[in-house]
């Protein structure tokens, strides 16, 4: 381990076991404190789009030992998101979709918040774990204040808080995925067997949590590998071709499979599916329709992993996906295609001002000291961050800043390191002590952009988006559907009994709503309306009667209220109706 204290910088005073201990204290009560923040949003925030169908496949995978519903993720997060519900006694409701069964499970008594919460509580681990490994690496690289930085950085981080506060996969791939990174640099500067244990079991679990973890992780890996190669590692590379360093590696990946088999099921399936066209290889080299008596019995036995055909499966699904693409927004353009700087773009506006500014700086204070002392340690953390973002940039499904959200604790190590640089050195004119100055105040600005956020973090837009993000994102950023529950508050503080609702989200109205009504495209009606940003952006022609109306409130950051005078209704509704009789 003494090449790694090698890279920690100067920053901390040796032997100051009780300051070190203060701040291990103050990153706990910073954690504490987010996760009691994040609970406070179960209660006031709906579930979104994802959520009941996540439960609804944990739930059939735990309760019924199948996983049908829908392969393209893969179990591991949705068996967290489910257990909770699971153990408190919730099982199956038997429909035939997803959906169907993800909102039966929610609205089975009256106990919707209850069973949601139990949900999202399964995805706390996951961001515990985030936090801890930022921790671990951030100490390292540049020593415990900046790694108390780089908690507090990731601890108030709006984007991170919203996800962490879902039952979805993506808190799960970031944390999982940190560690297998996070594995690969302590692995690539000392293999070790124990070390490649460690990787390949956190690869297993990351790639098991979401199948995206496969290619970002080997984004991040060969973009490691080349930057190590291109600044020349201080350590040889004869390590690697001890016979312990790949058998450590070799029993991680049987763990890894094991690890599979169990979140899968541990369930068995024959080589070939009864029900198939049985052929058989002739002499020839031909088919032949006539099948071996004692083969086809053996090939049709239980005898292979559930598990292989489930990830096979998943990957040709999600290929699948990102060959159809997604219909997406950005900047006024709606695509199923993607684009190239989606990402790029949505890290800007999502991303809190302190955080982006410190990452960085940082990254650019890293990368300088990694080629200057011709060691690539320094700078992993903003070469990984560069693979998967490079990787993320080719993706057709552009559809929130929490596909990348692996990216934000690599910013707050970069980040943690420039804000002890800045308190350390001397920074063109300005001195250390002149420094702490600004640092406060970028701290008290994250803190400020944090708690304005609360609860809608999902939500949160930083200022550089201006007073309408709507412009820029709102898929899965903006509008994800959680904003049903406070239309429900808004309308009974109004008084209304009456209200149309065009919503971005699967749910049963009349349950958050009483006296809701579908609002159905091109017909104009009077009293109160409520529609979701994305309806009215991305079916903007079906709504277009709604343009000449001013919102009475914005509900939550994501659906608009209006009232719609009688006389005006009746005078659209006119118009619409010659408009269609006119047509041929």
């Known amino acids: 381990m003494g090449a790694l204290r090698a890279v920690r910088t100067v920053n901390e005073p040796r032997g ?32 979104t789009w994802d959520e009941p169908a996540h439960i609804a496949c944990g739930l059939e995978l735990l309760g019924n030992g199948r996983y049908a519903y829908e392969v393209q993720h893969p ?12 153990l408190s006694g919730l099982r199956s409701r038997g429909r035939t979709n997803m959906w169907d069964e993800g909102l039966a499970l929610l609205y089975r008594s009256n106990d919707y918040v209850g069973v949601l919460s139990l949900a999202r509580v399964g995805t706390l681990p996951f961001f515990l774990l985030t936090l801890w490994t930022t921790w671990l690496w951030a100490g390292r690289l540049s020593g415990r204040r900046s790694a108390l930085v780089a908690v507090f950085l ?20 970031a944390g999982l995925g940190l560690v297998a990174v996070d594995r690969a640099v302590v692995w690539f500067e000392r293999p070790t067997l124990a070390g490649g244990v460690l990787l390949s079991i956190a690869a297993a679990a990351a790639v098991l949590s979401k199948f995206s973890a496969g290619p970002f992780l080997i984004a991040a890996f060969v973009a490691l590998i080349g930057w190590r190669l291109v600044v020349g590692p201080r350590t040889g590379g004869k390590a690697f071709f001890r016979h312990d360093v790949w058998l450590g590696l070799g029993l991680g990946l049987l763990m890894g499979l094991a690890l599979a088999w169990a979140v899968y099921g541990f369930g068995l399936e024959p080589l070939r599916a009864p029900n198939r066209p049985r052929s058989m290889v002739g002499s020839d080299g031909g088919a032949s329709a006539l099948p071996a008596p004692a083969v086809v019995p053996l090939a049709e036995r239980p005898v292979w992993p559930t598990f292989v055909a489930g990830i096979r499966n998943g990957l040709a699904s999600a290929a699948h996906h990102h060959r159809m693409g997604h219909t997406s927004f950005l900047l006024g353009e709606i695509e199923s295609d993607g684009w190239w700087h989606y990402y790029p773009v949505a890290l800007l506006v999502k991303t809190p001002v302190t955080l982006l500014l410190l990452a960085f ?66 920074v063109g004119a300005l001195r250390p002590r002149a420094m702490i100055g600004v640092v406060v105040a970028l701290f008290a600005w994250q803190a400020w952009e944090s708690v304005a956020a609360h609860p809608e973090y999902v939500a949160h837009f930083n200022i550089i988006a201006g007073r309408r993000p709507e412009r820029v994102l709102i898929n899965g950023d903006l509008d994800w559907g959680q904003d049903l529950s406070l239309l429900s508050a808004e309308v009974r503080r109004r008084g209304i009994e009456r209200i149309h609702v065009a919503y971005n989200g699967r749910t049963r109205l009349h349950r958050h709503v009483p006296g809701a009504v579908p609002l159905q495209p091109i017909q104009p009606v009077a009293g109160w309306v409520a529609i979701s940003l994305w309806t009215r952006v991305v079916k903007g022609d079906s709504y277009a009667w709604l343009r000449d109306y001013t919102p009475v409130a914005r509900v939550g950051r994501s659906m608009d209220l209006y009232f719609i005078p009688a006389d005006a209704a009746a005078s659209r509704s006119s118009v619409s109706s010659g408009a269609a009789s006119a047509l041929p």
Request: hydrophobic fraction near 55%; avoid cysteine; charged fraction near 15%.
């Open 16 to 47: 100051d076991g009780d300051s070190r201990r203060w701040f291990g204290i103050l990153a706990v009560a910073l954690a504490i404190v987010a996760v009691l923040r994040i609970i406070s949003t179960y209660s006031v925030l709906s579930h």
């Open 75 to 86: 179990p591991l997060a949705r068996i967290a998101v489910a257990l909770a519900p699971y």
């Open 154 to 173: 990731l601890a108030t981080a709006p984007p991170l808080l919203g996800h962490a506060g879902l039952a979805t996969t993506d808190l799960a791939l």
């Open 361 to 426: 700086a940082g990254s650019g204070l890293l990368l300088r000291q990694s080629w200057r002392d011709r060691d690539w340690r320094p700078a992993a953390p903003v070469i990984a961050a560069a693979g998967i973002l490079a990787f993320a940039m080719t993706s057709r499904i552009n559809i929130g800043v929490r596909h990348v959200l692996i990216l934000y604790p690599l910013m707050a190590i970069a980040a943690g390191h420039a804000t002890v640089t800045l308190l350390r050195d001397r």
